[in-house]
Each structure stands twice: as structure tokens, then as C-alpha cells.
């Protein structure tokens, strides 16, 4: 792997799953406890702002007993590698919300679908670092006015930094996908993106996704064991 100098790495919900996290679409997952239209829309927050901000609420303090596992720390190991500049680029794309990549070092993380750990404010645009409450109802720090929502791109919202996004597509040689169901848009449109400009496409998930036709090629099983492995390959490399 030694001429691949610009990396993409696609994360969803599959790479935190080991580390207790649920994933939404896998039996027993967040979409089977709850509905969309109910907590991930603009819609539903308007109906029923407490369900939603609950909701979050809930998923937030979850993060606190929940630790990186062997998927994000080899990828911060990766990362690590890039620090010198010399490297290529590497550009980590996550579909979560968690801050497990962060947690495990990872510093070229962009959050498509925005984090738990921010608060936006729905009054004044103002985002800020928030572990706390929201159902109860605390004032923006910016403008003081209690009209904070979780930071998270909702359905019918538009993911966060897709020119950043499309521009280091383009330039990738290699595309990789960890942990995600390719189900929902724009993330799972990346790959044929990325092939479309040349780069080579590789699938890591405990199943075939949605998407598993357009990859180059597939790896299948739990991303604990995949990672740390492709990892190894491409530092070899
Ligand atoms: P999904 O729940 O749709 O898919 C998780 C994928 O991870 C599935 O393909 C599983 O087979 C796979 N998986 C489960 N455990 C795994 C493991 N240990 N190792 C490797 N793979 C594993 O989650 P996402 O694809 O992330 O968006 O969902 C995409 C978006 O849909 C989310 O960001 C969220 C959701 O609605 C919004 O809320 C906007």
C-alpha cells in the first residue's frame, strides 16, 4: 500500500458498537426504540421539544460510561502518522455523534452529523462545548437566551462540511468504510464519489452494506478485529 498517500475514512455507528454504543438499524437499535420522526426531525422538536431534548440528554450521559475500543485507537494511530505532514492526508469523516475518535486521539475527525458534546444555539447560530442537561433548559452563553438544541444534523437538515467533505474525495486514492449501513445520504453516496475520481474503495463491516457493490473490496466482521489489522497493512505499507 505504499503509493497510497491520501486517505478517507467513513465511520458510523458500527465502529463505536463494540464499545457498547447501538448502532440504529441493527436489531434491537435506536430506530427500533424510538422513531425518526419523533426525536431525529426539526419537525419533532417543534411538536415535543422535552421528548427530544430527553432523548439526547440520555445519549449524552451514556457517553460518560463508554470508552474507545481497538477500531478507534487504531485509527488514531493512524492519524498520528499524518501529524508530520509529509504523509498524504487523512481526513476521518464520522456519521456519529460520539467523541470516541477524539477520546481515542484522533485529530483529523470532521463530524458530518454534528456531536452530543455541542450545543447550537437556535436563537443566535452560537455553538458551544456542552456535557450537561438540556432538558433543562439552560441559557446560550453567547446571547443568554435559553434556546439551546443539541448540535446534531436532524432529517431534512444539511450535513455539516460537505465542501471539505468533496474536495478530499477527490483528491483520495484510497476510501474506506467502517461500521455503516450505507442507508442513509449523502455519506453513503461517498464511495462512488470517491471511485469517480480514481480512488480505490475498501469496505470494512460485520456484514455487506447496503452500498457493498460499489467497493472494490470487502472486509467482513467486527471492526475491533478489521481496524487494527488494515491499519497494520497500510503502515507496513
Ligand atoms: P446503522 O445502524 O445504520 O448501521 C450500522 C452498521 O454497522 C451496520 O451495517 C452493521 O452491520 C454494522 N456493525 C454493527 N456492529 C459492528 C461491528 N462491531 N463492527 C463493524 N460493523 C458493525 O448506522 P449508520 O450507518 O452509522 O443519522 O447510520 C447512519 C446514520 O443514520 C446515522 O448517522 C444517523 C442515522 O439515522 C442521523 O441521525 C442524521
Known sequence: MGDIRNIVVLTGAGISAESGIDTFRDAGGLWEQHRVEDVATPEGFAR???????????????????????????LA??????AQGDRGD???????????????????VLHMHGELLSALCANCAARERFAGT??????????????????VVWFGEMPYQME???????????????????????????VQEAAAHGARTLELNLDPSEGSRWFDEHRHGPAGALVPAWVDEVLAG
Open 48 to 74: 415535543d421539544p422535552d421528548l427530544v431534548l430527553r432523548f439526547y440528554d440520555m445519549r449524552r450521559a451514556a457517553l460518560t460510561k463508554v470508552e474507545p475500543n481497538a477500531a478507534h485507537r487504531a
Open 134 to 151: 438540556m432538558l433543562d433548559r439552560p441559557n446560550c452563553s453567547a446571547c443568554g437566551v435559553a434556546a439551546l438544541r443539541p448540535d
Open 164 to 190: 471539505r467533505i468533496y474536495s478530499a474525495l477527490a483528491n483520495a486514492d484510497l476510501f474506506v468504510s467502517i461500521g455503516t449501513s450505507g442507508a442513509v445520504y449523502p455519506a453513503a453516496g461517498f
Open 90 to 108: 487523512l481526513l476521518i469523516v464520522t456519521q456519529n455523534v460520539d467523541d470516541l475518535h477524539e477520546r481515542a486521539g484522533a485529530k483529523r
Open 77 to 82: 494511530r493512524l492519524d498520528a502518522t499524518f
